[in-house]
């Protein structure tokens, strides 16, 4: 078991340019999440899904889209990158049971 | 809405002192309270559930639903307890969404 997986671990955007953050977990979770970690404000939910094909907002989803087309993979995409989106990001998957599992992080910055 | 409060940002303590980190939430209902464990530059892993009632390495937290509080405890702290904290709550009516408070750092000085 990998458990949850998230690429790239690091990576340098300019303003504006889009990307997509993936994640994807090996345990059969039916549910998944996205949260930035910013210094002094904690973990803040971006989005998060209950299912494939079942998408809802957190607490700081504007930027950022995901989809959910099978419940392996649960990707992020910016957009349109903003300074204000450099970030720590984390992906979670849980069953409704259960704790939830994190990925290692994807360190982010905008510039 | 769901709320979390960890009032303190930064706590310190020598090794073998008690140590108490605050969790304060709001929720109407009854919420699933979690204690999160983040080593530096390590992924988020579990610490505690309240219903678990279980002690991880140590440490132990009660729900306290007149205060709705959720304090992590641990009687005498070691060095390698030495990180960041964070208690988060899931709503039982929709597991899929979870509020973290903004973490407390814990230093354990030797």
């Known amino acids: 078991n990998a458990g949850v997986t998230q690429t790239p671990k690091f990576q340098v955007l300019k303003t504006g340019q889009s990307m997509t953050l993936q994640c994807a977990q090996d345990?059969?979770?039916?549910?998944m999440s996205w949260y930035r970690q910013d210094p002094g404000m904690g973990l803040r939910l971006i989005h998060y899904?209950?299912?494939?094909?079942?998408?809802d907002q957190g607490e700081v989803p504007n930027g950022y889209n995901v989809s959910r087309s099978t419940t392996e993979d649960f990707p992020l995409r910016l957009l349109s990158a903003a300074p204000s989106q450099t970030s720590v990001y984390f992906c979670a998957s849980r069953t409704v049971t259960d704790t939830q599992y994190f990925g290692p992080g994807t360190r982010l910055t905008v510039l | 809405a769901q709320r979390v409060t960890q009032p303190e940002k930064l706590l310190s303590v020598f090794k073998g002192a008690p140590v108490e980190l605050k969790c304060n939430y709001s929720?109407?209902?009854?919420?699933?309270l979690f204690w999160y464990v983040q080593y530096s530059r390590q992924r988020l892993q579990l610490l505690l559930r309240?219903?678990s009632r279980e002690s991880i390495k140590g440490f132990t937290a009660d729900l306290n639903k007149g205060e709705t509080s959720f304090h992590l405890k641990k009687p005498f702290a070691q060095e390698e307890d030495s990180a960041m904290y964070y208690c988060a709550l899931t709503s039982t009516t929709n597991a899929g969404k979870s509020t973290f408070g903004d973490g407390t750092t814990l230093t354990v000085k030797p």
């Open positions: 929720y109407s209902g009854s919420p699933e």
């Open positions: 899904s209950v299912g494939a094909g079942i998408t």
């Open positions: 345990m059969n979770h039916e549910y």
């Open positions: 309240h219903i």
